[in-house]
């Protein structure tokens, strides 16, 4: 059983319920056809009780919504013996060095080849389930065309104190970027609310202050190549498309991106999770990991 529980704020006003709904939970909503299901089985409520899918949204609406495992034509993760490059392995997590296209955990129209589904075939379900089954071991994401490292917890201990490091800031993440244009600063903060896009439920935007979450990014210049500029990203929240909003509304969008950018520039996303700082959730001890930037960012570095 999945219980989400939504606020809908000001972004969202007078959208549908079936399609508020399937933008707010793009991961786990499969269509719009799948809200439908649900409201008319009852497991949907706005403000307590249930409502019609053409119900409107307005500011300050509490959404629920209730997804059972058997809501899915397969709750269950298939295995599958895709090899993965592990950084470290121990009784509590895993890091893994995630290739560029490979998607974390499956979604609607993307059910195999995940990390999820190399994970289940290489434990046989030693895996924490704070996440549901969808996404067994799952504590935080990297998007499907971003690479590099992503943790894994193995028991739900060290799920929960790894995604308190991540909820209190108290973990580093250091990305790797190419970026278009020559960014004019060595250094700077950037700092611009996150929220859902009204179009496109895959999508988000920068919004006005106080209308969405909020977000923070250190970016510091490694190197001006031409008209491309590589930077170094330092997340301080960790908001969806997070880094690549940003870069984007300060006027450098990360080359080849297809949503917010131009995918035509570069083969693939040119973002990349170089390294992790973290605390061990058992023993408390830091780790740190880190991995090489990819070949093709090379020229530029």
């Not at 244009?181 to 895959?202: L, N, P, S, T």
């Not at 031409?226 to 940003?246: N, W």
């Not at 040119?270 to 001890?285: D, E, V």
Request: with cysteine; proline share 6%; aromatic share 6%.
């Amino acid at each position: 059983m999945s219980i989400h529980s939504l606020s809908v704020d000001e972004a969202s006003r007078d959208v549908r319920v079936d399609v508020y709904v399937a933008r707010a939970l793009p991961d786990d909503i499969p269509s719009r056809m799948f809200v439908k299901k649900m409201i008319e089985a009852g497991q949907l409520t706005v403000n307590g009780r249930p409502v019609k899918a053409q119900y409107r949204v307005v500011p300050g609406d509490q959404v629920v919504v209730d997804i059972k495992p058997q809501d899915y034509p397969d709750a269950r993760i298939k295995p599958e013996d895709v090899p993965l490059d592990i950084l470290w392995e121990d009784d509590d997590l895993i890091a893994v060095n995630k290739p560029s296209g490979m998607s974390v955990h499956p979604a609607a129209g993307n059910y195999g080849g995940t990390l999820a589904n190399a994970l289940v075939h290489r434990l046989q379900g030693d895996l924490s389930d704070i996440n549901g089954e969808k996404r067994p071991g799952i504590v935080h994401r990297l998007d499907k065309e971003t690479s590099g490292i992503i943790l894994v917890a193995k028991t739900n201990f060290a799920h929960a104190r790894l995604a308190k490091q991540f909820e209190e800031h108290t973990l580093e993440k250091k990305y790797i970027a190419l970026v278009e244009g020559e960014v004019q600063f060595d250094e700077g903060i950037v700092e611009a609310e996150i929220g859902q896009h009204r179009k496109y439920h895959d999508m988000r935007c920068i919004v006005e202050a106080g209308e969405g979450k909020a977000a923070e990014t250190y970016y510091q210049v490694l190197k001006r190549v031409g008209r491309i500029t590589s930077v170094a990203l330092f997340p301080r929240t960790g908001r969806t498309h997070q880094l690549r909003l940003h870069m984007r509304h300060i006027g450098h969008p990360i080359l080849g991106d297809e949503k917010y950018g131009n995918k035509g520039n570069f083969p693939r996303l040119a973002l990349h999770a170089q390294a992790i700082f973290f605390q061990h959730p058992r023993n408390g001890k830091p780790l740190e990991f880190s991995v090489p930037v990819p070949a093709e960012f090379m020229p530029y570095l």
